[in-house]
C-alpha cells in the first residue's frame, strides 16, 4: 500500500495521471484546503491528527501542526477582510480544523517577513 499523501490528478480521456504527490501524513487525508488567493499553498488534515501546510513547490511541508488527539477530519481556511488598497494583497493566515476527538481548533500561520 502507498504511503498516505495529498495527490493531485489529471484526467485526460478518461484516464487519471498523478500529477503531484505531497508526503508527510503517517494516516489517510481526509481533507485539503487551497489558501484563497494562492496558486501554491494549501492546507491538509490526516487521520493522525494532523495539519501539514504545504507549499507545492516544494516537496516537503512548510508546517506540521498536531492538532487533535483523534483523527483531523476537515480543514478549511477563515475568510478575511478585503485588503484596504488594490495594491496590497492579504491573503488569509488562519484556519480551523475538526476532529473526531470533538474539538474545532484555530491557527494561524506564522508571520514571515
Request: contains cysteine; glycine residues 8%; aromatic residues 8%.
Amino acid at each position: 500500500m502507498p504511503a498516505p499523501c495529498v495527490t493531485s490528478l489529471g484526467a485526460a480521456a478518461g484516464t487519471s495521471v498523478v500529477k503531484l504527490a505531497l508526503r508527510g501524513h503517517t494516516a489517510w487525508v481526509s481533507s485539503v484546503a487551497w489558501q484563497p488567493g494562492s496558486s501554491s499553498v494549501l492546507v491538509s488534515s490526516s487521520y493522525d491528527g494532523s495539519l501539514h501546510v504545504w507549499d507545492i513547490r516544494s516537496s516537503t511541508p512548510l508546517h506540521k501542526l498536531a492538532a487533535h488527539g483523534d483523527k483531523a477530519l476537515s480543514v478549511a481556511w477563515q475568510p478575511t477582510a478585503p485588503p484596504a488598497s488594490s495594491e496590497a494583497t492579504a491573503l488569509p493566515q488562519r484556519f480551523i480544523s475538526g476532529g473526531a476527538d470533538n474539538l474545532v481548533r484555530f491557527f494561524r500561520l506564522p508571520r514571515t517577513e
